[in-house]
């Protein structure tokens, strides 16, 4: 199945739900407030990455939920060239999201295998597994740029790889971390 979703302009509030299936596609979502994309389970709505491109980018929004997905074996560039920082999700400059009953695993960034979260961001992640992630350099994970707000809970963070400084979360900016395990993250858990 094919999914293009690139997702554009100022309407609120939609909703959008994805049926169970494996998708081969990713998602742009730019200038956007108070939209949610949610699947059926994380165990049966897989967006499938071709380990080029990031799987979801989501650029000068606010209000972004994401649930009930797995998304897997993301890239580290975006289409047009230029690596990314996130690999399997990528949160443009001053953009909040939610992240809710993920998997994010197989995925590779240049920073954050799974996750980058540029400056000035929000992000808030819940109940999610990230596993299997490699980063080029740093934050095999997740990393979270200075002025970002990052707040995990309920997460597990385990058998993430990265070259230099951190297996784990690559942290510049503001984090916290509640009630979550962080576990076989080569070099640091958290940096």
């Known amino acids: ?15 959008i739900q994805i049926a169970p299936g494996t998708y081969t596609e990713t998602f742009t979502i730019t200038s956007r407030s108070d939209l949610t994309i949610e699947g059926e389970s994380a165990a049966t709505t897989i967006i499938q990455g071709d ?13 972004i939920t994401i649930r ?4 897997r074996d ?3 560039f975006v289409e047009g ?17 939610i992240l809710e009953n993920l998997i994010l695993t197989g995925n590779q960034g240049a920073n954050g295998g799974a996750i980058g979260l ?7 992640i819940s109940n999610c597994l ?34 230099f400084e951190v297996g784990g979360v690559a942290n510049d900016g503001h ?17």
Do not use: C, Y
């Open 81 to 97: 060239g230029g690596q990314i920082e996130g690999g399997g999700i990528a949160i443009g400059v001053r953009s909040s999201v």
């Open 1 to 15: 199945l094919f999914l293009r979703l690139q997702i554009v302009g100022r309407t609120d509030g939609d909703t």
């Open 68 to 71: 009930n997905l797995t998304v």
């Open 118 to 124: 540029q400056e000035g961001g929000d992000l808030k």
């Open 51 to 63: 380990r080029i491109f990031a799987q979801i980018l989501i650029l000068s929004s606010n209000g």
């Open 130 to 163: 990230i596993s299997n992630n490699v980063a080029i350099n740093a934050g095999g994970a997740m990393i979270v740029r200075g002025d970002s707000t990052a707040i995990l809970e309920a997460t597990t963070v385990v058998n993430n790889h990265a070259s």
């Open 175 to 191: 984090l916290t971390v509640r009630n979550s395990i962080f576990w076989n993250n080569n070099l640091q858990q958290i940096h």
């Open 74 to 76: 993301g890239g580290p």
